[in-house]
């Protein structure tokens, strides 16, 4: 008999998409400074912990750009459990965000986002 595995997910539902929720966690979100990334986190009553991103051309071409997105989106499925429910996080990336790689993003996001983050995982 084997251990159930505990799966990370990251549902559609887990997204932030609309404009208006964009301009919502950007206008009365807490913002949370890094050198490569800047958090707006925003507590909700909703039951889910959702993610925004931003990444503008300034940060690179198409291939760098959906690079970024997928270093931040792995980081946030991974520490989803982490966070606190209801919880909307929009990541907006820098310039230099595009020198890091997977594990790199990881320190940095976990460094800006250190009050957020539980530490029983």
Same mark, same amino acid.
């Given at each position: 008999?084997?251990?159930?595995?505990?799966?990370?997910?990251?549902?559609?539902? $887990?997204?932030?998409?609309?404009?208006?929720?964009?301009?919502?966690?950007?206008?009365?979100?807490?913002?949370?400074?890094?050198?490569?990334?800047?958090?707006?986190?925003?507590?909700?009553?909703? $039951?889910?912990?959702?993610?925004?991103?931003?990444?503008?051309?300034?940060?690179?071409?198409?291939?760098?750009?959906?690079?970024?997105?997928?270093?931040?989106?792995?980081?946030?499925?991974?520490?989803?459990?982490r966070l606190s429910?209801?919880?909307?996080?929009?990541?907006? $990336?820098?310039?230099?965000? $595009?020198?890091?790689?997977?594990?790199?993003?990881?320190?940095?996001?976990?460094?800006?986002?250190?009050?957020?983050?539980s530490h029983d995982?």
């Amino acid at each position: 008999m084997s251990s159930p595995i505990q799966r990370f997910s990251l549902p559609r539902g $887990a997204r932030i998409t609309e404009k208006c929720e964009f301009q919502r966690v950007f206008s009365q979100g807490e913002k949370l400074w890094g050198r490569l990334f800047i958090c707006y986190v925003l507590m909700e009553t909703s $039951a889910e912990c959702r993610l925004g991103l931003v990444v503008s051309r300034k940060v690179g071409g198409a291939v760098v750009r959906n690079r970024v997105k997928r270093n931040i989106r792995e980081f946030f499925r991974l520490n989803r459990h982490r966070l606190s429910p209801g919880l909307q996080l929009v990541v907006v $990336a820098r310039m230099g965000s $595009a020198e890091l790689d997977g594990k790199a993003c990881s320190h940095e996001l976990e460094r800006i986002l250190g009050k957020q983050l539980s530490h029983d995982g």
